[in-house]
């Protein structure tokens, strides 16, 4: 089996799924893909399944029976991958939003030791590296890594990243039971938390694209969690 994996959440992506997990084995990088699907009505795990023919013991589906959100989702990823016992575990969007050919560039820092997390970054020396935002998605994605950094003192430039490599033995530390957010507040917990335990985070320039196909998954309450969760983090000490 391999030691890496990427774990794919869905929520109706029988657009993209169909896609993005054959250009994922067409790397030809070793990595193994384990779809969390959260009930998608679209048909999403029924493409998956069948998938599974012509990529066995390589291509894995984890059924949910809820739409309960992102961490939710990761965190049952995070578990199975420990129960398989895979040394390095990725998250990554099934829109291609998140370039899927840049994993190499993730699992390379992990392997190489130059970091316990790699975060596949839109925001590095200044520059930002998003295509197809309107300027108000723009700012407001940037603006939010700010403001995390300015309320926590994490020094990682894109906080709200979902593009990201952990080595096993991070969230080995993590009580799951413990993690109280579900949207773009779980990417910053995870960060902040693995920060304050001493792991070292190497941020990696990618270029954002957005969805071509399918629906976006952003709405207003994962917005305000995202604000508030930070003060929470900060102040209540969460670690």
């Known amino acids: 089996m391999s030691k890496a994996l990427v774990i794919i959440p869905t929520y109706n992506e029988k657009e993209n799924i169909g896609e993005i997990v054959p250009f ?123 403001y995390v950094r300015l309320i926590t003192g994490i020094p990682v430039n894109d906080t709200t990243a979902g593009f990201v490599g952990y080595k096993k033995k991070v969230l080995q530390n993590f009580d799951f039971n413990k993690i109280e957010f579900v949207g773009y507040a779980f990417q910053i917990e995870m960060k902040y938390k693995a920060w304050k335990k001493g792991f070292r985070i190497k941020e990696v320039p990618i270029i954002f694209t957005d969805r071509i196909k399918g629906k976006s998954k952003m709405n207003g309450s994962i917005i305000t969690e995202a604000v508030w969760g930070v003060l929470k983090m900060r102040f209540k000490k969460i670690a």
């Open 24 to 146: 994922v084995f067409n790397l030809n990088a070793g990595f193994d893909v384990l779809v969390v699907d959260d009930n998608s009505p679209d048909g999403t795990a029924q493409i998956v399944q069948n998938l599974q023919n012509d990529y066995p013991d390589k291509l894995f589906l984890l059924q949910r029976t809820a739409k309960e959100g992102l961490g939710k989702a990761y965190i049952a990823g995070f578990n199975w991958a420990l129960k398989h016992h895979y040394d390095y575990i990725f998250e990554m969007d099934a829109d291609f939003s998140h370039p899927p050919e840049d994993l190499i560039k993730l699992l390379k820092v992990l392997q190489n030791d130059e970091a316990d997390i790699s975060v596949g970054s839109r925001y590095l020396k200044g520059r930002i590296n998003v295509v197809n935002w309107d300027l108000k998605r723009i700012l407001l994605s940037y603006f939010a890594s700010m």
